[in-house]
């Protein structure tokens, strides 16, 4: 259906001016009830968008700062792939103190969600020891000497609890700040995974030691290039996984 779909939110709903929002989906700032949101438009499934709609519900009750879905007038929380969400105001961090309340604000996500559903048909960074595919991954597309990298750093994650990881935190257009509070914006990354994969931030603000750093930021480059494959900024990832070597037996 397209923007048409924005008219389940009121006769009076309209788009502002287009956001920046991804590839994968056409983000505006819109006007709903008079007020100032933002409509993102996208073809995920009904599924997917119920998962990710649940989860900022779940975020918001529990206090963490997420933009917050706000339904059609007959109570759906989306409507023909199109999510309408509270407008999130602040700036995006930028000194060593503001990433280290980025910090604390992914460490809250992680407490909340654990045990949290997967998102359907997402797989997790251990998962794809195994399986080829998931939502947007690909291994089958990459070089296959890529992809034996790409496990090597994610099977160091073998074990690690899982949770809802934001996805992106690194980008400053994800994460919004003011004096008192952090928020985290553009949930479409999301997904259930090793905590590790959130926090490789600036300045080292979730003040990883040596090894849980070098764990999580190999773990972290594998990711985005298998997802992102084959654009610039893939490759570019990639090339910052290494091979790992393997332990060779005692004489």
């Given amino acids: ?79 023909d792939g199109l999510i309408v969400m509270t407008y999130v105001e602040g700036e995006p961090p930028d000194t060593k103190a503001d990433w280290r309340r980025v ?35 690909d291994l089958g597309a990459m070089p296959p000497e890529g992809v034996t990298r790409c496990r090597a750093a994610w099977a160091r994650l073998v074990d690690r609890p899982t949770c809802v990881v934001h996805g992106d935190p690194n980008n400053v257009g994800n994460v919004r700040v003011t004096a008192d509070r952090v928020a985290l914006i553009d949930w479409d990354e999301s997904h259930v995974d090793a905590p590790d994969l959130d926090l490789v931030l600036p300045h080292n603000a979730a003040g990883l030691e040596d090894h849980a750093l070098d764990v999580a930021a190999q773990a972290s480059a594998a990711w985005e290039a298998a997802v992102c494959w084959d654009d610039d900024y893939a490759v570019q990832r990639l090339a910052e996984v290494r091979e790992l070597e393997h332990a060779k037996p005692t004489p």
């Fill in 1 to 79: 259906m397209g923007w048409e779909a924005l008219a389940q939110w009121g006769a009076d709903a309209a788009r502002i001016e287009p956001l920046a929002g991804g590839v994968a989906n056409d983000v505006w700032s819109v006007r709903v009830g008079g007020r100032l949101a933002v409509g993102r438009l996208g073809s995920r499934s009904d599924a997917d968008l119920a998962w990710e709609t649940e989860l900022l519900r779940h975020l918001d009750r529990e206090g963490l700062v997420v933009p917050v879905p706000i339904p059609t007038k007959d109570g759906r929380r989306f409507a």
């Fill in 103 to 137: 910090a604390d604000a992914l460490r809250q996500l992680h407490r909340l969600t654990q045990g949290w559903p997967q998102r359907p048909g997402w797989k997790s960074s251990t998962d794809l020891l195994h399986a080829e595919t998931g939502t947007k991954v």
